[in-house]
């Protein structure tokens, strides 16, 4: 059965609430995945539709089959190219009633493939109150499909567009209204592209003609480009003449279907709220309190979970290394796979708070002002308006950042954004921050409120974020490309955001992070419990007997053993490189380790000097009376504090985003220029603040 | 006959042409056909962004962009 199970593709404009009416008829048997070989989301889901068993689609937002980006050309190909595994058997176009002239245009072009279609109105609500009167059944009549008024938020209309699907499926006939005749407007050539694909669909083959991909063969491919230049076709022009007619021919469907009448009191909220949030200089001022505010609000609400989470994986571990015998296996599983997925859970609360945030700000329409304010600056920096949502992600963690990306269509604007989101200040170096501003930083307090630790820590935000602008300006003139860059984005109305969707889109969120990063920061975990449980020689044997029976004996035998490891010799070997930065080998393990993840540093450092637990006022502690063996004086002064940050500030010490940037960009070359900038960018920094300050 | 950018904020016009053709297939599709109502509501400072209304939503384009838009203004607005 499972070859015959059908496909339902849902597609329709960004805005229009397809997403929430995926939500609402899938729930939670929705998978989330990608597109083989390419980097789009896939959202599919199996589901049970009045007794029929059928596969529903979710394609990337588009506004017609005219594709231009990689998410654009994935939806029109999954509609259009019957080769395709996902080809759809019926398409549910999803419409905002509201915006119904440019809903309805890629409706039409749909129509007008002969492809088995049904129109989920959404939001006829709004649409009268902005004084649009529908005939729904007018509407269906002119355009020959079936059409379920919707409510996607409420679920209401579901029942009927079920129905209307599976209707749609079964009595599928050949009397398709056609929209517009291309065969009138361009003549006979579309009857040669007939000849050449061998199906008499005009509309399909004008698009063929145009450059799109329909399923043609290579060989059909060839000769309609020679038929295209033999006619001296421009496509640009043959598509702008087809818009306009297809506009004209929707115009007059809209004219008999609707009624227009004037709204008493007609005051738009949108543009009453707009007035504020998109004002010359309030709307920054706003921008930047939400900002603070968001930084407030995630820091502490995730530091209860964050409590219990170490807590519980605390007790996990002890209990896990006393259930099962001594041994490698214990330590193993102990220190190097429970290690580093304590590692990775405990950051869960922080992220999930701060998509809360920018996932609610995206639902209500209010990041695409943010866009709007912030383009101008954006483009001089060669990044766009749409980077926004990457670069402020790129706080929470920079790969399901790196991989919101995608909806800038521009190439060159979207590589210079996952070039510089690892800049931004990311979860996993706020452990090293706290604990190195806890060594540091007196805790100073000014004029009642402002705490030089919490400035501190603001400073390093901040200095990430121009450290990206810096770094986006210089690539604007590395980067080559002749692509035109655009900044065409629909600002759509205020609304209060679905909860069910800011949800999901949470979980998906959370979820790369935890198996993307997860996975490879358990692998690297495992590597680095190795190297740094194991030494070369006989060593390890000789510090047993050394401290047996001595008072903290497992503590010191720790620290003398990860000293004499392969981590540790490592640690050694580098120390000459790293000196200059003021750093010395025990230092340089914690470097190496925070490869896997930037916050194993905590960890490393507490056991190379053998701290026993590690709770930052311990760790704190002990580092307080660690000295500089050639001076006497305290090792980590205020110089070695810096130069650290700034390392880790910099430094791209996470292989999550190497290998998600080697995804993206699909090629080995941008993440190996972003490692490099990044190294050289923390070496430099880090030597410079070393060298002025002591 | 004058540019885009420089049509006056809630002032109704008629798109008369679009002079490039990337920027004019990408309004087409999202409804910018030639005779469509269009208004400036907003501006970004510094030359920034202009939000039109066209087709009851608002949309978003660069000034650059814009001024490659000639709009006639509507009699009696």
Redesign the interface.
């Known amino acids: 059965m499972e070859a015959s199970k059908l496909n339902i593709v849902l597609a329709g404009n960004p805005n229009s609430g397809k997403t929430t009416l995926f939500n609402a008829l899938t729930g939670l048997k929705q998978k989330v995945g990608n597109y083989p070989g390419i980097t789009v989301e896939k959202k599919v889901a199996d589901v049970d539709i009045v007794g029929h068993n059928v596969r529903i689609i979710d394609v990337p937002g588009i506004y017609s089959l005219y594709s231009k980006s990689i998410d654009e050309k994935v939806a029109q190909s999954i509609i259009c190219d019957k080769f395709q595994d996902d080809y759809a058997d019926v398409v549910v176009v999803v419409a905002d009633a509201s915006n119904l002239r440019r809903s309805i245009f890629l409706l039409t072009q749909i129509i007008d493939l002969k492809i088995p279609v049904v129109l989920a109105l959404n939001m006829i609500d709004i649409a009268s109150k902005k004084g649009i009167i529908l005939d729904v059944n007018k509407l269906s009549f002119e355009l020959g499909i079936e059409i379920i008024a919707i409510n996607a938020r409420k679920a209401r209309g579901l029942l009927k567009l079920k129905d209307a699907i599976i209707r749609t499926i079964s009595n599928q006939s050949d009397n398709y209204k056609t929209i517009l005749d291309v065969n009138k407007v361009f003549g006979k050539i579309i009857l040669e592209v007939n000849q050449i694909r061998g199906i008499q669909n005009d509309y399909a083959s004008f698009l063929s003609l145009c450059g799109y991909d329909m399923g043609n063969t290579i060989e059909q491919k060839v000769k309609i480009s020679v038929l295209s230049k033999d006619n001296e076709l421009i496509v640009d022009r043959l598509q702008a003449k087809e818009t306009v007619r297809r506009y004209k021919n929707i115009d007059i469907i809209i004219s008999k279907s609707t009624k227009i009448v004037e709204v008493a009191g007609k005051y738009r909220v949108t543009e009453i709220i707009d007035k504020i949030l998109m004002h010359p200089f309030f709307g920054y001022l706003i921008f930047l309190s939400i900002l603070f505010l968001m930084f407030q609000a995630v820091f502490q609400w995730s530091s209860l979970p964050m409590d219990v989470i170490d807590g519980l994986f605390t007790k996990l571990s002890l209990w896990t290394a006393s259930a099962i015998p001594q041994g490698i296996l214990n330590d193993l599983l102990v220190n190097g796979v429970l290690a580093g997925i304590g590692g990775i859970v405990i950051f869960i609360p922080q992220i999930a708070f701060l998509f809360a945030f920018i996932v609610f700000l995206e639902d209500t329409g209010y990041m695409a002002r943010v866009s709007f304010i912030t383009d101008r600056f954006l483009k001089q920096v060669g990044l766009n308006g749409r980077s926004v949502i990457p670069l402020l992600s790129g706080v929470a963690c920079a790969v399901p950042a790196i991989m919101s990306a995608r909806t800038i269509s521009n190439w060159k604007e979207r590589l210079i954004t996952i070039m510089v989101t690892p800049l931004m200040s990311c979860s996993a170096r706020l452990p090293v921050y706290t604990l190195i501003i806890s060594l540091i930083i007196p805790v100073d307090v000014y004029y009642g409120i402002f705490n030089l630790q919490g400035l501190v820590l603001m400073l390093f935000y901040i200095l990430g974020f121009l450290a990206a602008i810096i770094i986006a300006f210089l690539l604007k003139f590395i980067i080559k490309s002749k692509e035109r860059s655009f900044f065409v984005m629909e600002m759509p109305s205020y609304k209060i955001p679905d909860w069910k969707t800011v949800i999901y889109t949470i979980f998906e969120k959370v979820k790369i992070f935890l198996f993307d990063a997860g996975k490879i920061i358990i692998a690297i975990s495992i590597i680095l419990w190795f190297l740094s449980s194991y030494g070369p020689g006989e060593k390890f044997k000789q510090i047993e007997d050394k401290w047996q029976d001595k008072e903290f004996a497992q503590e010191n035998i720790a620290s003398e053993k990860l000293e004499y490891s392969y981590a540790g010799l490592i640690g050694k070997v580098i120390e000459p490189a790293i000196k200059p930065l003021g750093f010395d080998w025990k230092i340089g393990i914690s470097l190496i380790t925070s490869f896997a993840a930037r916050e194993v540093f905590v960890g490393t450092m507490s056991t190379i000097y053998s701290v026993g637990d590690d709770d930052i006022v311990s760790i704190r502690e002990r580092l307080r009376r660690e000295r500089n063996k050639e001076t006497g004086e305290p090792f980590f002064t205020t110089a070695v504090g810096i130069s650290l940050m700034l390392f880790y500030a910099f430094a791209m010490q996470c292989m999550t985003t190497v290998a998600v940037v080697y995804r993206e960009t699909n090629s080995i070359k941008w993440p190996l220029l972003q490692f490099l900038y990044l190294t050289v960018l923390a070496y430099l920094s880090s030597f410079i603040a070393f060298q002025l300050l002591s | 006959m004058l540019s885009l950018s420089q049509l006056p904020v809630y002032t109704d016009a008629e798109i008369s042409k679009i002079n490039d053709?990337?920027?004019?297939?990408?309004?087409?599709?999202?409804?910018c056909?030639?005779g469509e109502i269009i208004s400036v509501?907003?501006?970004?400072?510094?030359?920034?962004?202009i939000?039109i209304m066209v087709?009851?939503?608002?949309?978003?384009?660069?000034f650059s962009?814009a001024c490659k838009i000639d709009v006639n203004i509507k009699n009696g607005s």
Do not use: C, H, N
């Not at chain 2, 053709?21 to 409804?31: A, R, S, T």
């Not at chain 2, 509501?41 to 962004?49: H, I, L, N």
């Not at chain 2, 087709?55 to 660069?62: C, F, Q």
């Open positions: 053709p990337d920027l004019e297939q990408k309004l087409l599709e999202m409804g056909t030639p509501v907003r501006k970004a400072p510094f030359k920034g962004p939000a087709s009851s939503y608002m949309l978003s384009i660069r962009d």
